[in-house]
């Protein structure tokens, strides 16, 4: 079984930084995809930014030279540093795992006030 938990949600004005953490525990494979999706009100979630265990990333174009993804050394560990944000980046966000199926966090709220 696979858990993770993530942190660093709150309130920011707009122009403010944020950084979010994922902590992944449990029978954790070498080979996976880590990431984050948001889903804002009345919104389909949507994909944020994901990093593979080769450290390739992907971002949305909404987020690209914003936001930066990275993964912690021990690789069960994956972050969302996300500057210069908007009231539009507002929403909740859920920190994913894909090996072999996919796994999903609680999710954090992020608010970006204008």
């Known amino acids: 079984q696979v858990q993770l938990v993530e942190s660093g949600g709150g309130l920011v004005q707009a122009g403010g930084s944020l950084r979010l953490s994922c902590a992944a525990s449990?029978?954790?494979?070498?080979?996976?995809?880590m990431g984050w999706y948001r889903q804002a009100p009345g919104k389909q979630r949507e994909l944020v930014a994901s990093?593979?265990?080769?450290?390739?990333?992907k971002y949305a174009e909404s987020v690209q030279g914003r936001f930066t993804i990275s993964r912690g050394n021990a690789g069960n560990t994956v972050y969302l540093q996300m500057n210069s944000l908007k009231p539009e980046d507002t929403a909740i966000y859920y920190c994913?795992?894909?090996?072999?199926?996919?796994?999903w966090g609680q999710g954090t709220q992020v608010t970006v006030s204008s």
């Open positions: 449990g029978s954790i494979f070498s080979l996976n995809v």
């Open positions: 994913n795992l894909f090996q072999v199926k996919e796994y």
């Open positions: 990093i593979t265990n080769g450290a390739r990333t």
